[in-house]
């Protein structure tokens, strides 16, 4: 029973590139939330998604974030035109619901801007 | 505005030295509490939720408790292998986790 995946695990860009992050959730979840871990601080939340619907994206940079689940595939965390700050670790999270039900982590993927 | 603190920021004890960890928070309407364990370079990893004051869970040489303003993770006779950083999150309802900063434990043999 696979948990929650995440590729890469490391990515390195020079700054002005565009990174892309991919999480397949666990099976049979269908609600997965992204979550930047930059050093010395703690998990700070980004987005949450189900299936085609973005539900709250209240933690998201307005500029140059975005993300998405599709019906088929996995989620994706978009940055455009990375600077230095968005060195971070990225972590996925998935659930098989809202409420009570914990989220569970994936590896995280390393981002590194040079 | 929701706020989780945890203390001590480093805790290093010898193995077999029982002891505990703080997780203050704030929030309007709790709805669950859960503690994590994170190893350097890798994702966190479940331990517990609570949901109500008075609430306990144990898991091997943890155990976690809640109250109306805290909760606590208790250690006992740690072993060099409990080494990591645990974090302890709270979420109100139809909102996003909220993650404290976490203690670093550090158990030595």
């Known amino acids: 029973n696979a948990g929650v995946m995440q590729n890469p695990r490391h990515l390195v860009r020079r700054r002005g590139q565009e990174a892309r992050l991919r999480c397949s959730p666990m099976k049979g979840h269908s609600h997965v939330y992204w979550y930047r871990q930059l050093p010395e601080e703690g998990l700070k939340f980004m987005v949450y998604?189900?299936?085609?619907?973005?539900?709250?994206e209240s933690g998201m940079p307005k500029e140059r974030f975005s993300a998405e689940f599709p019906k088929e595939g996995p989620s994706i965390l978009r940055i455009q035109q990375v600077v230095r700050g968005d060195s971070a670790a990225y972590f996925c999270a998935s659930s098989p619901s809202t409420g009570e039900n914990e989220q569970f982590f994936g590896p995280g993927t390393r981002l590194t801007v040079l | 505005e929701d706020q989780v603190t945890q203390s001590p920021e480093a805790l290093r004890l010898q193995e077999g030295e029982s002891s505990s960890l703080n997780c203050s928070y704030t929030?309007?309407?709790?709805?669950?509490l859960f503690w994590y364990r994170q190893d350097p370079g890798k994702g966190p990893e479940f331990l517990f939720t609570?949901?109500?004051a008075g609430e306990e869970k144990e898991k091997e040489r943890l155990k976690a408790t809640l109250t109306k303003k805290e909760s606590f993770l208790h250690i006992t006779a740690p072993k060099p292998e409990d080494s990591a950083t645990y974090l302890c999150a709270v979420q109100a309802r139809n909102t996003p986790l909220v993650f404290g900063k976490g203690t670093r434990l550090s158990v030595i043999a």
């Open positions: 929030v309007s309407g709790l709805r669950g």
């Open positions: 998604l189900q299936k085609e619907n973005i539900i709250d």
């Open positions: 609570l949901y109500s």
